[in-house]
């Protein structure tokens, strides 16, 4: 079977960009990373791609606000792009910084504000796929996810949580201490269509065992792997 071409999209600052290419190989998909600024030059690159993926980091040093400047570039640069993108039936999840991206770009509802407890978070977690979830990047996977946080800006707000869950837009709830007061411990959402996918922790950093801290002890066994994230993304979008 060919495999699927996937971008990666990166801006000055990101730091998880060949995290997510690698993790995207080994789902299957043949992943190219672009900074913004090429994609602006040449959006043939997102044309020519099924997959995307908006690259966790810290874009400009998230100076004037986390994912405020890499969203102006892509809003300002590439218009309606993603849009259509999406609206061609082919999914983008953005991690972390990707995330606070996809918010600001209206691709995801919500927000993201400072961490409840004021200062920047670095640790593992476990996240719960929630039931309703309309996700194709959560579809099939009933364990829980292991992988790490690490961000000061995750704390998720929408004035109606409840709203989002009954649509099917919850994606994914921390099972382990919420780490950053997001509304109704909610760790990923997703659009109406569930196409699109924003979550704040890393799944590209747990995509084998031996990155999962206790994996000596039995710990981040293959079930709880991030890389099923990215294999039921690179599924949906070799299906469609």
Not at 38 to 57: C, F, K, Q, T, Y
Not at 223 to 228: D, E, I, P, Q
Request: neutral net charge; contains cysteine; proline residues 6%.
């Amino acid at each position: 079977m060919s495999r699927l071409p996937a971008i990666v999209i990166a801006g000055p600052g990101t730091n998880r960009d060949d995290d997510v290419a690698t993790a995207l190989e080994l789902a299957g998909a043949d992943a190219k990373i672009v900074l913004a600024r090429e994609l602006i030059e040449s959006p043939r690159h997102l044309d020519n791609a099924r997959l995307a993926v908006v690259a966790g980091g810290f874009s400009y040093a998230d100076s004037l606000g986390a994912g405020r400047m890499l969203a102006l570039d892509l809003t300002t640069g590439l218009g309606d792009r993603l849009h259509d993108f999406v609206g061609a039936g082919r999914p983008v999840i953005g991690i972390c910084n990707g995330f606070q991206v996809l918010s600001r770009t209206s691709l995801i509802p919500g927000s993201l504000g400072h961490n409840a407890q004021g200062h920047f978070d670095c640790r593992w977690v476990v996240l719960d796929r929630v039931a309703k979830s309309n996700s194709v990047w959560t579809k099939g996977i009933d364990d829980p996810i292991h992988c790490p946080i690490a961000h000061g800006e995750g704390r998720y707000v929408h004035p109606d949580p409840d709203s989002l869950e009954v649509a099917g837009q919850v994606a994914l709830r921390y099972r382990s201490t919420n780490p950053n007061g997001s509304v109704s411990d909610i760790a990923g959402v997703s659009d109406p269509s569930g196409l699109v996918l924003g979550l704040m922790p890393h799944p590209e950093n747990h995509i084998v065992a031996r990155q999962h801290p206790h994996h000596r002890r039995g710990g981040g066994g293959p079930a709880h792997l991030g890389l099923r994230i990215f294999e039921a993304g690179v599924s949906h979008a070799k299906q469609s």
